[in-house]
């Protein structure tokens, strides 16, 4: 069933290539029971939504989870819920992550 026409919620947990899971959620979490476990173990430090953490990124493997990290830095930049000087350590954190990506990928 596509997510559009879900009669229930779907898990909010994205993946590191930019999908969703779309898992069945839990009544009490914004996640299905896997993912529920997963982001329970990380501290939350902003509140993004229920069991949702705003500071936290998921691994960044490929360009997508870069991408999808950087659009949720200038989100949360745009929206004050976090500093600039937070925001710019994020920022070269994903340039160092992107720098990464493409010297792995040359060899």
Known sequence: MHSRFSR?????????????????????SAFCHFHQKLHRTRP??????????????H????RPSIQRALSVVVSR??????STRDAG????????????????SLE
Not at 44 to 57: A, C, D, N, Q, R
Not at 59 to 62: A, E, K, N, S
Not at 97 to 104: R, V, W, Y
């Open 8 to 28: 229930y919620p779907l898990c909010r947990h994205i993946k590191t290539n930019g999908l969703t899971c779309k898992s069945p959620a839990l009544r009490t």
């Open 59 to 62: 691994p960044l493997f490929d």
């Open 77 to 82: 930049l745009s929206t004050n819920q976090i």
């Open 44 to 57: 939350v430090t902003i509140s993004g939504g229920p069991g949702l953490s705003t500071h936290l990124f």
């Open 89 to 104: 350590r994020m920022l070269y954190g994903l340039q160092m992550a992107l720098s990464n990506l493409k010297s792995t």
